[in-house]
């Protein structure tokens, strides 16, 4: 049974930072890319994120590079996203996908989810 299970999740000023993990079990780790979503109310879902499986290549939507650095540690089946410089508009819930072989930009091309992880910068 695959899980992937989101932690990190909190209540943060604007400005501040968080840092995501996302634990994976039930899978061969090495062979899926994983990105990171995430859905505010109101609104659709948006990648935020996703490393590779093959090389670490790593992608960022535009409005998260320079802030978000996506990284996975293979030896403990765990994708990192550290979140430094905050907005209220990064409020929202984030979840981790993987996709097998390459970093896909729609939903539909990710196999398997987590549940999210709430992120709300507020002051």
């Known amino acids: 049974q695959v899980q992937l299970v989101e932690s990190g999740g909190d209540l943060v000023q604007p400005g501040g930072s968080l840092r995501l993990s996302c634990a994976a079990s039930g899978l061969s780790f090495d062979y899926y890319s994983i990105a990171w979503f995430r859905q505010a109310p109101g609104k659709e879902r948006e990648q935020v994120s996703c490393?590779?499986?093959?090389?670490?290549?790593?992608y960022y939507a535009d409005s998260m590079k320079g802030r978000f650095t996506i990284s996975r540690d293979n030896a403990k089946n765990t994708v990192y996203l550290q979140m430094n410089s905050l907005k209220p508009e990064d409020t929202a819930v984030y979840y981790c996908a993987a996709a097998a072989v390459f970093c896909g930009i729609a939903s539909r091309e990710y196999d398997y989810w987590g549940q999210g992880t709430q992120v709300t910068v507020s002051s």
């Open positions: 490393i590779s499986s093959n090389d670490g290549s790593t």
